[in-house]
Every structure is written in structure tokens, then in C-alpha cells.
């Protein structure tokens, strides 16, 4: 079955989709329980099998920004209340830039933390929309319900890496749509 779920997840990423699969990828929660977004949930709301777990949305485990996506959008969902799910996307040098991420409808915390590459020197960040607020890391960024957008700008301009934090469900496996724009 999980060998199954994988090559559908592959076929629509080669068809164009947004987003990269997490090589971490597992399949099916292993009912241990763990705090995180593993697919260990109990369903809540409509996007569960029926089983009383949560689909597997193609990138968990996600809670350690593992999964790159790219500017564009995506169905994923978050499968514990509790959970973060976390991505990444990479800019091209070419700053100052802004961003703005977005859970869509969901009711969701959103953040965007900002990374200079080739750099020890923190970006300079102003949000657009949403509070300041530094990742757990220590990258400066803003975070929002359900909308973050920043403007940023690197002393060293090699790129930039901008860290997606989302959290704060009201219930187990909540659908959004992760959107990312420049």
C-alpha cells in the first residue's frame, strides 16, 4: 500500500506539481504515537481514509523543515492539532525580495523566517502582514493567521533560504493549501 501511495506521489510531482516529496517519506503512521505530524493522528474532519487515521499528505515527516517546496501551491494537511509542519523554499541571489505564505482558508499560524546564504549576518526582514518573530533558530521572520508576507534583504546576496512553520490547528487533519508567493 505504501508502495503504491509513493508512486502516485511521484507521478504527480513529474506531471508538474509544486512541490518536492520528502525522501523522509514513511507511508503509513506506525501507531507509536509520537508528537508530530506523522499520520499517527485520530481523524477529526473529512480528509481522513476512514479509518480513523489522516492521509498521509506526501511530505511527513515534516516538523523539521526537510520539505522544499517552490513558489505555487499545494493540498497538504496538517494531522495533528498540535503539530508544526515545517518546509523550506530557496530564492536565487537577486534581493532585496519579499515573500508571502499562506494556509489559505484553514485557520492556521503561519510563519516565514529568513536565511541569508554564504552568511553569518541576519537578513533584514519588515512584515507586510503578520508579527515579527525570530524562528526557533534564531532567523528573523513574521508570523500570521493565516497569512505571513514579508520584505527581506541580505547584506550577502548568494540566495536566500525562507524557513515555513505551520501550526496551531483547532483539529486533527485539517486541509490547507500551502501557498507561497514572491
Known sequence: ???????????????????????????PAD????????GSAASSGDSGS?????????????ED????VVIGS??????????HDRYFVLLPAGGPDQVTVSSGDADLRVCAFVRCEGTTLEATVTCREGLSGGS??????CCGRPTAA??????????????IDVSEGTADCTPYTLDVQR
Open 1 to 27: 500500500m505504501a508502495a503504491l501511495r509513493q508512486l502516485a506521489i511521484a507521478a504527480a510531482l513529474q506531471a508538474g506539481a509544486c512541490l518536492s516529496a520528502n525522501p523522509d517519506f514513511d507511508g
Open 74 to 83: 499545494v493540498q497538504v494537511v496538517l494531522e495533528q492539532a498540535a503539530a
Open 150 to 163: 514579508l520584505d527581506f534583504a541580505c547584506d550577502v546576496d548568494m540566495g536566500t533560504k525562507i524557513y
Open 31 to 38: 501507531g507509536s504515537g509520537e508528537a508530530g505530524s506523522h
Open 50 to 62: 476512514g479509518d480513523g487515521m489522516c492521509e498521509p499528505d506526501g511530505f511527513e515527516p515534516n
Open 136 to 141: 526557533p533558530d534564531g532567523y528573523p521572520g
Open 65 to 68: 523543515a526537510s520539505a522544499e
